[in-house]
């Protein structure tokens, strides 16, 4: 029980600090737009360069670079202290603002490039939310087929997993379930926390399962191939897929009702027009709001395909107790919520809580209880 005293008190802290950075997010997006700070700065750059592909790469540089460094302790108390003082963490300071640069660089150039798009289409057509969900289908596929060879790398050394044994048991376990079997490569998370992890990572050729070698490390046999079937389940599922397309559909959603709303905003300010730069933080608290609003959409759909990965697991293995006891271990090692709150867990959560894949998982014809 005091573990769950301990895992509820560290999400409830964290949940605040989430609270804190998105309500200042918001203000400070608000406060650009109701100072006219945002109509200034617009017309400064337009006064320094003709091309409006550069002014929108210098006010983000402006907007987003101020808040980066206006919320770096919040950041730092959610990323660093708070994991560390619950025993999430142990990575050095300096190891872990490194792998903060190498995640911002990343970041920063694709938020860059998806205004860029978003902004060439406003400026070009009415259909502006059409083209650019279109554009970002792409680059998010683009992405998941780089992401385990490009960019997982840049935090994890990854290896081929070592273990003959489990190799086998993975053989067979596809050849029983009827799925082409994927490699399975171990990340070094150890390094950096007690966590342990899995996933699906890549499309077609760099289709991979990566898991860490605190998994491996920890979990019985029969635990780890409970997990690995779990994944197996969402290759079988072309989950990855079928992510992308709810993913743009989202984002499709997003950008239609953004339409409207924008252009409203807009006339409000007196702006020239929906792709006037000086709206640019108007744009940012429209999308924002959305987001929040397609967060439970997404999270719902996710906790059905992971619920839909376990049955998966549990079939092709037939072994519920290992199933639970990895679960438990999961739960135990990552300091997850047993129960969450279900309104907390409707909105926030992409998997279905411990508790409840525990209880689906002795459900089952013929398991334990
Ligand atoms: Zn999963």
Do not use: C
């Amino acid at each position: 029980m005091m573990d769950q005293e301990r895992a509820r008190a560290y999400h409830r802290l964290q949940l605040r600090l989430s609270a804190v950075r998105l309500g200042l997010g918001a203000a400070y997006l608000a406060a650009l737009i109701a100072t006219g700070w945002a109509a200034r700065l617009a017309d400064a750059l337009a006064a320094l360069t003709p091309r409006w592909w550069i002014q929108l790469a210098a006010a983000l540089l402006v907007l987003g670079g101020g808040y980066r460094l206006a919320t770096l302790p919040l950041a730092w108390l959610a990323g660093f202290w708070l994991p560390r003082r619950f025993g999430l963490l142990h990575q050095p300071l300096r190891q872990w603002a490194l792998d903060a640069v190498k995640a911002a660089a990343p970041g920063a150039a694709l938020g860059l490039a998806a205004a860029e798009i978003v902004y060439a289409f406003l400026r070009a057509s009415p259909w502006w939310w059409l083209w650019s969900a279109l554009a970002f289908l792409a680059m998010s596929t683009l992405l998941t087929l780089v992401a385990p060879v490009w960019l997982v790398p840049l935090f994890y050394r990854l290896e081929p997993l070592p273990d003959p044994a489990l190799r086998d048991r993975l053989l067979r376990l596809g050849a029983r379930a009827g799925v082409p079997v994927i490699g399975v490569w171990v990340a070094d998370q150890s390094r950096k926390s007690r966590t342990a992890n899995a996933a699906v990572t890549g499309l077609g050729r760099t289709r991979r399962i990566i898991v860490f070698d605190t998994l491996l490390a920890r979990f019985t046999p029969d635990e780890i191939e409970a997990v690995l079937a779990h994944e197996l389940g969402h290759h079988a599922h072309a989950d990855i897929w079928r992510g992308l397309l709810v993913q743009s559909a989202l984002t499709l959603a997003t950008f239609l009702v953004a339409d409207p709303a924008l252009r409203a905003g807009a006339a409000a300010l007196s702006l020239r027009g929906p792709a006037d730069l000086a709206g640019l933080p108007l744009l940012a608290l429209i999308v924002l709001a959305l987001s929040l609003l397609a967060l439970p959409l997404g999270n719902g759909w996710s906790r059905r395909v992971e619920r839909q990965a376990d049955d998966f697991a549990l079939r092709t293995t037939g072994n519920a107790p290992a199933f639970i006891s990895a679960m438990e271990r999961l739960g135990a090692l990552n300091l997850a919520e047993r129960e969450p709150h279900p309104v907390k867990e409707f909105f926030l959560h992409s998997h279905p809580s411990i508790g409840r894949r525990v209880a689906r998982a002795r459900r089952l014809p013929g398991s334990p209880g």
